[in-house]
């Protein structure tokens, strides 16, 4: 992660709303590796790369849109390139970006950025100072509160699929995108049960 000078920030160029027009798992797997960018009230600037998303659509019984327009998830309906902040558990908010044309509602969830400390939605919401009041934000606009930036380039080799994480229904989605080997990538509990499955099969062996 870079902390930018205040006085003298160097602005990434943010992505257009072309970009997260497009459908949701193509902005999802285009996401990884791109800079997500903050100002904090100071008018600091945190820049990072992001390094795990997940795809969430409309048909998707998983999605917060799946059964309609509701005061919570209104924004999924609005234009693209727009922030969907929602709050969980009483103590975490997450940061989705908005995609597909306006009305038809989808948006790709923020997991992680290539920094201490954000491994996880809501570590990352808690680290950047994201809440309530960047909901509904727009993310085309360099040094406003939010926005994303084109990042290094990222090769289909570079990229992990996996099912999402800690949710109840349709597991089977592999709508995870990750970049493989990052430290702040969430562990996925599948993978350590398969990790220890194997190990006790050698053990048996």
Known sequence: MSRLNPSKPTLSPAYPQEFYAQDTL??????????????LADGTILQGPIVEVEAYTQDDPACHAARGKTPRCAVMFGPPGFAYVYFIYGMYYCLNVVTEAEGTPGAVLIRAVGAEGTNGPGK??????????QNGASLLKPN???????????????????ERIGISQAQEHQWRFFLKGNPSVTKHPNNKSKTNKQKQERKRT
């Open 26 to 39: 193509t902005v999802a797997r285009a996401l990884v590796g791109a800079t997500l960018c903050r100002k």
């Open 124 to 133: 990352l919401c808690r680290e950047w100072q994201i809440d309530f009041a």
């Open 144 to 162: 406003s509160e939010l926005w994303i930036a084109p990042g290094a380039p990222v090769t289909e080799n570079q990229i992990g699929i996996s």
